[in-house]
């Protein structure tokens, strides 16, 4: 049977950690994979989770079966952490899922059952799994106006106007936060804008919330979601503790669905567990049973906000760092890198200027020109800064 099947290309992500950890240079640099690193370019596991962890062996007396949606406890405290102080909260249901790739497959699956020939709207460019995830699930994809490359920030106006075509068969897809790949945010005026257009013209919002906290805080990084749940009759949300709780490998994550009441919100959840059956049937446990534990208990919720807070402030002195380590040596070409948010920034390099970046500095980042901030290390910069202005002088 197998025989018929042509081979796959590698994950381009995959092949170049392959080639960096193969790379002998002292001085080489991995800007390629999403995930945060820290001075020592670890990615550590939290100290909140570790207490959660402890606390887990020490009370868990059995690994029977949980639940097709996973703990509910879990389930409610992520409701809690992106809907608290809403009208949407009290009309909203969650299922826990495999990371946020299991919430946008789901989600993508309800829809899909709901409205069958629905099209969902990406941001150009959007986080490489979404095209993949969305077809697969039997929905059509198109993307419309993000980023702008000249200003390397997001073309608000372009966007509104091509967002003002969708319609009721289409469901628009927003970064909650952190836009993976490029780092530019919309606005909260932009929040407000989309979800005019979306109760004017009858599109359905899907947000995909995968870095909270990671850009300028808990607080301010959920605010658009918050408006917009608020402010419109029916949205969804894929929600991730990957980053944020640093639980990547656990994959750990919620779908959340807002419906105009609480009867609708639980009808979906009630569809979205047949689909979960027919696929996964239940999500893995640990990583949701330590946030539970961890957002239930104001003593663990205080040591990981600290915790968030801190690699949060850490990106931001990277970004600061790196775009002062360019300007020193006479560019300011890429100060774009202090305004964006989270993990990831655009570059604009070309392919061109990517491999020589590769193989003259033991640089490696994407083809696509995106660099991984949160991958830095403080001792890399000066050397990152010359090779990235050399490259593009
Ligand atoms: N959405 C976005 C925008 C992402 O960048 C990622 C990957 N980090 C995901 C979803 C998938 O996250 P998870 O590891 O929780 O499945």
Redesign the pocket.
């Known amino acids: 049977m197998f025989k018929s099947l042509s081979p796959v290309q590698l994950d381009p992500i995959l092949s170049l950690s392959i080639a960096y950890r193969e790379d002998p240079r002292d001085n080489k640099i991995d800007l390629g994979v999403?995930v945060y690193r820290n001075s020592l370019g670890e990615t550590p596991i939290m100290q909140a989770v570790q207490l959660a962890e402890k606390r887990l062996i020490k009370t868990q007396t059995t690994k029977s079966y949980v639940a097709l949606a996973g703990s509910e406890v879990f389930n409610q405290s992520m409701m809690d952490l992106l809907l608290s102080g809403t009208s949407a909260h009290s009309r909203a249901s969650a299922v826990q899922?495999?990371?946020?790739?299991?919430?946008?497959r789901m989600l993508a699956d309800l829809i899909n059952v709901a409205q069958p020939d629905t099209t969902v709207w990406l941001t150009n460019p959007?986080?490489v799994?979404?095209k993949p995830v969305m077809e697969a699930a039997g929905l059509k994809v198109k993307y419309y106006p993000y980023f702008d490359p000249e200003t390397k920030q997001v073309n608000s106006e372009a966007m509104l106007n091509e967002l003002a075509k969708a319609g009721p068969k289409d469901v628009v897809l927003l970064?909650g936060c952190?836009?993976?790949?490029t780092g530019a945010d919309i606005t909260f005026a932009d929040w407000q804008a989309i979800t005019a257009l979306a109760n004017k013209n009858g599109f359905m919002p899907f947000v995909?919330?995968?870095?909270l906290g990671f850009g300028d805080g808990l607080e301010q990084d959920g605010a658009g979601l918050k408006y917009m749940a608020d402010n419109t009759e029916e949205m969804v949300v894929?929600?991730?503790?990957?980053?944020n709780f640093g639980?990547?490998r656990e994959?750990?994550?919620a779908a959340i669905i807002i419906s105009n009441s609480q009867q609708e919100a639980q009808k979906a959840k009630g569809r979205i567990l047949t689909l979960a059956r027919s696929s996964y049937t239940m999500p893995p446990d640990h990583g949701a049973a330590l946030v539970a534990d961890i957002l239930n208990d104001q003593k663990l919720t205080n040591i990981w906000k600290d915790e968030l807070d801190a690699m949060h402030s850490r990106i931001l002195t990277l970004r600061q760092g790196l775009t002062q380590a360019i300007r020193q040596r006479g560019s300011e070409q890429f100060d774009f890198i202090e305004q964006h948010k989270g993990?990831?920034s655009v570059t604009g390099l070309t392919s061109e200027q990517i491999l020589t970046l590769r193989e003259q500095y033991g640089i490696y980042a994407v083809g696509d020109g995106r660099i991984n901030i949160a991958g830095l290390q403080e001792k890399h910069i000066d050397h990152l800064a010359e090779a990235l202005v050399s490259v593009s002088r």
């Open positions: 999403g899922t495999p990371g946020a790739s299991g919430a946008l959007s986080y799994n979404h970064h952190c836009h993976n790949p995909d919330m995968a870095y894929a929600t991730s503790c990957s980053k639980l990547y994959r750990t994550g993990m990831f």
